[in-house]
C-alpha cells in the first residue's frame, strides 16, 4: 500500500522560509512517472505548485517560480519543496500527489500559514 505523509509546515513570518517533505512508503507499481505538490488555500480549488518527474525535469507554477525549489532523495523516497520569500498568499495546505501510469496516489496536506 503506497502512502505518502507530508511535513514541515507551520507559521512562518512574511519573508521567510521553510521545507515542505514528502515521504513516500509502498511499493508503486510500474514505476512512479511524478511526483508533485499542490496546495489549496481557503475556498480555492486545489493548485500545482511545483513538479518533478522520474527524469529529474522540473516545472514551477508563475507564482512561486524563483521562490520555491523542488527536489528529491531517491535513497530516502522523499520529495522536498524549499519555499523563500513566503508571503501571505502562499498560505494554504500544501498537497504531495505521486503520479504512476496506473493511477494517482495523494497525502493528507501539510498545513502552512505566512502571517506576521
Known amino acids: 500500500q503506497v502512502q505518502l505523509v507530508e511535513s514541515g509546515g507551520g507559521l512562518v513570518q512574511p519573508g521567510g522560509s521553510l521545507r515542505l517533505s514528502c515521504a513516500v512508503s509502498?511499493?508503486?507499481?510500474?514505476?512512479?512517472?511524478?511526483t508533485a505538490w499542490y496546495r489549496q488555500a481557503p475556498g480555492k480549488e486545489r493548485d500545482l505548485v511545483a513538479v518533478?518527474?522520474?527524469?529529474?525535469?522540473?516545472n514551477y507554477a508563475d507564482s512561486v517560480k524563483g521562490r520555491c525549489t523542488i527536489s528529491r532523495d531517491n535513497a530516502k523516497d522523499t520529495v522536498y519543496l524549499q519555499m523563500n520569500s513566503l508571503k501571505p498568499e502562499d498560505t494554504a495546505v500544501y498537497y504531495c500527489?505521486?503520479?504512476?501510469?496506473?493511477?494517482?496516489?495523494w497525502g493528507t496536506g501539510t498545513l502552512v500559514t505566512v502571517s506576521p
Open positions: 500527489k505521486l503520479s504512476s501510469p496506473i493511477r494517482d496516489y
Open positions: 509502498g511499493s508503486v507499481v510500474g514505476g512512479i512517472r511524478a
Open positions: 518533478i518527474t522520474s527524469g529529474g525535469s522540473t
